[in-house]
């Protein structure tokens, strides 16, 4: 069990099954549900897609900061990447967008060959932190498994695994569950079958014995804001994927 009072819900799954339209409109929600709550949106995929699906331009991520720090360790700056190191999570919150409803923040782009892990793991425990100061997290992970065990991804209360409803897909949500059940500390999780069309192939669709929250249509309106650019904030109540999203959060006990 996740000791924090914060609900901290992670999205993931194999890329191009739609997770991170399905965050957005996971974050749309409980905008709506709960506008006096402290709501924290996480884009922990590298492409940094959910700042586009809530319509934000981040000037800075927390990557950014990471490389700093490494700059300055790598030129010898020992002391000043210390210093540095100790102001990490007030300079977090600079990186941090403020919205009407919500709060967003990126983690930017992946570790790479050669980087000092006490600093990466350092980051982490600062983002831990900074989650422990809202009420509901959201956190669009990278797609895959690789990222389960890494940064934000390590303590989370609700654990959703978004996949299409191709065989890959069911296997890959399969897989990322055996590998959170060793390396995460989660208390739900639940499975969201994204642009089924034909609910007839229904019983086709194996997802183990992981539950599924709902079963959610190929969106119409998603697909013309994708193309424009238009945040998912703007997309009417009964599109499927609200309409999915509003599924997830009550299935997960949290409306």
């Known amino acids: ?18 997770k991170t339209s399905i965050s957005a409109a996971i974050v749309k929600v409980l905008v709506s549900y709960y506008p006096k709550a ?26 950014d900061i990471r490389k700093s720090i490494i700059e300055n360790v790598e ?21 941090m967008v403020e919205k009407d409803g919500f709060a967003f923040i990126a983690v930017g782009r992946p570790e790479s060959a050669g980087c000092y892990c006490k600093i990466n793991s350092y980051l982490k425990e600062v983002i831990s ?12 992970g990278e797609a895959g498994i690789e990222q389960i065990n890494r940064r934000v991804m390590e303590k989370v209360t609700h654990l959703i695994l978004v996949t299409d409803p191709s065989k890959k897909g069911t296997q890959v949500i399969q897989t990322i569950k055996k590998v959170a059940d060793n390396l995460v500390m ?5 499975a969201v079958v994204n642009r089924i069309n034909d609910m007839s192939l229904s019983d086709y669709i ?9 079963y959610i249509s190929e969106d119409k309106n998603l697909a013309a804001f994708d193309i424009q650019g238009k945040s998912v904030f703007n997309l009417p109540e009964d599109s499927s994927v609200i309409i999915g999203a509003k599924e997830i959060i009550k299935n997960i006990n949290l409306l």
């Open 1 to 18: 069990m996740v000791e924090n009072k914060s609900k901290i819900i992670a999205v993931a799954g194999k890329g191009g099954v739609g």
């Open 38 to 63: 402290k709501i924290l949106a996480i884009d922990a995929d590298p492409a940094v897609g959910l700042s586009t699906a809530l319509g934000i331009e981040p000037a800075s991520t927390i990557d």
């Open 75 to 95: 030129d010898g700056n020992t002391r000043e990447a210390i210093e540095l190191l100790g102001e990490a999570r007030y300079r977090i919150f600079d990186t």
């Open 129 to 140: 932190l900074l989650s422990n100061e809202f009420d509901y997290v959201v956190i669009d």
């Open 186 to 190: 989660y208390d739900e999780i639940g």
């Open 206 to 214: 194996d997802t183990g014995n992981i539950p599924i929250l709902s």
